[in-house]
């Protein structure tokens, strides 16, 4: 009876019952939970948290012309992740249509490579025009459910095609303009181009003779697929000028447009002028000649003056005098721009 009340008794009887205890967790509680079966005298309590998948690069609406990576992030709180759950899903939109990859295994907590172009994940382009899912599940059979709410959702803006910059011009529209463009000195004049991209275009610069004129600025500053840019040229001296505009999309590099020439009006030049005969009567044909060019090849028209009261639109016309005399002929040479040049030929004379 003195054993039962010594310390070392119930030390023993402590230390036998920690054991016990030791060995039922470690092998039958331990046994119980991976089998899947719950002891006589307990409950296993179930695993309810749904695994963790996000996209943590790159952010929603960025901007891809070529193939890039998305970083994901895989977890699970509870039960473990099921390694071999992890999925993706690429959906391409384009107006009404849609293209869609189904959900695809991925390897978890590792990059994605998501192709851009045609017949590639990313198939179409256009703003927000590919779309990645990812989810993935736990050893409880736990599903990710993806949303752009939890960042298993990105959406992203593809842009392959660079912009298309139309010709410089002054008029309404490109489709009204003749080249070169004919312009003149000291006149101000609003130089145009017109950018399409599928995306958005995002800045042009014009240029005048390779020199860099500064920002053009945006006829409808709403406008983002289809801009018409224009900025003020005031040309100060006569001669040819060069102009092209440079411009960007929000992805691609710079694109140059295609040069066109601005020409200030140059006058006709008439080398010479000539009557021949310079002396008859009446009955002479006098045979005027005339030798022009004009700088810039546009229409002229010619205007005869006589000295006799009569005139002619023939270039190179025949007169009859009826009074007898001596005239001074004249012709002036103009183009379709007003520009003009004047000869005087030799004096005819006019005998009965």
Same mark, same amino acid.
């Given at each position: $009876?003195?054993?039962?009340?010594?310390?070392?008794?119930?030390?023993?009887?402590?230390?036998?019952?920690?054991?016990?205890?030791?060995?039922?967790?470690?092998?039958?509680?331990?046994?119980?939970?991976?089998? &899947?079966?719950?002891?006589?005298?307990?409950?296993?309590?179930?695993?309810?948290?749904?695994?963790?998948?996000?996209?943590?690069?790159?952010?929603?609406?960025?901007?891809?012309?070529?193939?890039?990576?998305?970083?994901?992030?895989?977890?699970?709180?509870?039960?473990?992740?099921?390694?071999?759950?992890?999925?993706?899903?690429?959906?391409?939109?384009?107006?009404?249509?849609?293209?869609?990859?189904?959900?695809?295994?991925?390897?978890?907590?590792?990059?994605?490579?998501?192709?851009?172009?045609?017949?590639?994940?990313?198939?179409?382009?256009?703003?927000?025009?590919?779309?990645?899912?990812?989810?993935?599940?736990?050893?409880?059979?736990?599903?990710?459910?993806?949303? @752009?709410?939890?960042?298993?959702?990105?959406?992203?803006?593809?842009?392959?095609?660079?912009?298309?910059?139309?010709?410089?011009?002054?008029?309404?529209?490109?489709?009204?303009?003749? !080249?070169?463009?004919?312009?003149?000195?000291?006149?101000?004049?609003?130089?145009?181009?017109?950018?399409?991209?599928?995306?958005?275009?995002?800045?042009? !610069?014009?240029?005048?003779?390779?020199?860099?004129?500064?920002? $053009?600025?945006?006829?409808?500053?709403?406008?983002?697929?289809?801009?018409?840019?224009?900025?003020?040229?005031?040309?100060?001296?006569?001669?040819?000028?060069?102009?092209?505009?440079?411009?960007?999309?929000?992805?691609?590099?710079?694109?140059? &447009?295609?040069?066109?020439?601005?020409?200030?009006? @140059?006058?006709?030049?008439?080398?010479?002028?000539?009557?021949?005969?310079?002396?008859?009567?009446?009955?002479?044909?006098?045979?005027?000649?005339?030798?022009?060019?004009?700088?810039?090849?546009?229409?002229? !028209?010619?205007?005869?003056?006589?000295?006799?009261?009569?005139?002619?639109?023939?270039?190179?016309?025949?007169? !009859?005098?009826?009074?007898?005399?001596?005239?001074?002929?004249?012709?002036?040479?103009?183009?379709?721009?007003?520009?003009?040049?004047?000869?005087?030929?030799?004096?005819?004379? %006019? %005998?009965?």
């Amino acid at each position: $009876m003195k054993f039962l009340k010594s310390k070392k008794f119930w030390f023993t009887i402590l230390a036998l019952i920690i054991i016990g205890l030791l060995i039922y967790f470690i092998f039958v509680k331990k046994e119980s939970i991976e089998n &899947g079966t719950t002891p006589e005298n307990g409950e296993i309590e179930q695993d309810e948290i749904s695994p963790i998948s996000f996209i943590r690069s790159p952010t929603l609406g960025s901007w891809h012309s070529i193939n890039f990576s998305v970083k994901v992030l895989d977890d699970d709180l509870e039960s473990g992740l099921d390694y071999d759950s992890c999925e993706y899903k690429v959906v391409s939109y384009k107006d009404e249509q849609e293209r869609s990859s189904g959900w695809m295994k991925r390897k978890c907590n590792f990059d994605l490579t998501i192709s851009v172009g045609e017949n590639k994940m990313c198939s179409f382009e256009g703003k927000d025009a590919c779309w990645i899912y990812v989810r993935s599940k736990d050893n409880d059979n736990n599903q990710h459910i993806a949303k @752009l709410s939890n960042k298993s959702v990105a959406y992203f803006s593809i842009d392959w095609s660079k912009p298309f910059i139309s010709k410089i011009f002054i008029t309404n529209t490109e489709q009204e303009q003749t !080249y070169p463009i004919n312009i003149k000195e000291n006149k101000e004049y609003i130089l145009k181009t017109e950018v399409i991209d599928n995306v958005r275009v995002a800045v042009c !610069y014009l240029y005048i003779n390779d020199k860099n004129q500064g920002i $053009m600025l945006k006829l409808d500053p709403d406008c983002y697929k289809e801009c018409v840019f224009n900025k003020e040229f005031k040309p100060e001296t006569t001669g040819t000028y060069k102009a092209f505009a440079v411009c960007k999309d929000t992805i691609s590099g710079w694109q140059k &447009g295609e040069t066109m020439e601005l020409k200030t009006n @140059l006058a006709p030049i008439i080398s010479s002028c000539r009557v021949v005969p310079s002396s008859g009567n009446f009955e002479t044909n006098f045979q005027f000649f005339l030798d022009v060019l004009d700088p810039d090849n546009n229409e002229l !028209y010619f205007s005869w003056d006589f000295n006799d009261g009569e005139s002619s639109s023939l270039k190179n016309p025949i007169h !009859y005098y009826e009074n007898p005399g001596t005239y001074k002929p004249q012709v002036i040479v103009s183009d379709n721009q007003d520009a003009s040049d004047t000869c005087t030929t030799a004096w005819v004379s %006019v %005998v009965q």
